[in-house]
């Protein structure tokens, strides 16, 4: 019995962030909508804990014999270590070196950020990442990427001969539908009656500065915000950045990583949800803040542009005093955020995990068909 192996160690990351909860979305997908006679597994690193990797219908995971560091210095070297199963698809760069004595390997790549944005990540960081989407742009039998923006982008910064296939994210109902209990969640997590919301991590690149700066501004609204997101690289403290630009940092509010449940909850008590990234390959938190029914406010990074449609509110990158005027012209005009509600419903109701999986099931299924007919002939 034939059998896709999904690569899960972002699951067991210090900071899983928006690639991790794309590889358990995926995972779980997949193996929903699995084709008659496959079957879908994981696979990580050799850790002393795999739960949070174990996916209900998904097997395993399997561990393989290295342990993350290992792992990742094998591979980046080039190392022929295969995870297992007859196709792999690694969720985020980390992959091996390439497909394995008739084994195929698809990647999917979520950005250019190494190159067109390289302070977003630290230094070894931009060199890793640059490193092996070449390898898997060279190597890889196909690579997935989040948006057209991310397609075209890539080939301008590596030479691509693996196929590019644009497919799209999902929104998981977990994160959307309030849970029985969502009264008592909002006060556990003492939530504001009234805010604005940012989900990603805490990072440089999201542009939480931009975001402060511009609650700062005279004309803003005088709503709290809602910060929710593990802090990443760069030591982004949001308090520190809220006195520098005159803010009150006690309308400043992180909650950190939290639950799906609690997500649901936090996304549907906000009056707007702020995007105000300088990159993005697809802004997970626009799609799935859209499906809750609330307004989005989000930069001009391409992928947001795309992700949003016409549903959201533009508004450019760096730039405090227009997200300033944006969030007050949406949060206070009631007919304005019923109309965004509307139209932020309608655009992610074109996108869900089952549709993301069907797809890349195809690309896999491709490649299968291609090596079959190559072999026969």
Known sequence: MPKLVVLLEQLLAPVPGGTGRYSRELAAALAATAPAGWTVGGAIARHADPTPAIIPGVEGPHRLPLPPKALVAAWDSGVALWPGGDTVHAPT??????????RDLVVTVHDTVPWTHPDGLTRRGVGWHRRNIGR????????????????????RHVPCQARLHVVG?????????????????????????????AVGTIEPRKGIDTLLAALAAPD????????????????????????????DPARV????????????????GAAVLAA?????GFGLPVLEAMAAGVPVVHSDAPALVEVAGDAGVVVARNDPAALATALRVVASDPATMQAMRAAGRRRAEQFSWERTARRVWSVHLEIRQSRVRTVIS
């Open 276 to 280: 105000p990234s300088l990159a993005e």
């Open 93 to 102: 760069p980390l992959a091996p070196p390439g497909p394995n004595r008739g």
């Open 136 to 155: 898997a742009a060279s190597r890889a039998d196909a690579l997935v990427v989040p948006t057209a923006a991310v397609a075209d982008d890539l080939p």
């Open 253 to 268: 509010q992180v909650l950190g990583r939290i639950a799906d449940a609690e997500l649901a909850v936090v996304l549907h």
């Open 169 to 197: 994210e999902g929104v998981s109902a977990a994160v959307t539908s309030l849970p029985p209990d969502a009264a008592a969640i909002a006060t556990q997590l003492r939530l504001p009656p009234r805010y604005v919301l």
């Open 220 to 247: 803003a609204p005088d709503l709290p915000v809602v910060l929710v997101g593990q802090p990443g690289w760069g030591q982004v403290d949001p308090a520190a950045l809220a006195r520098r630009c005159g803010l």
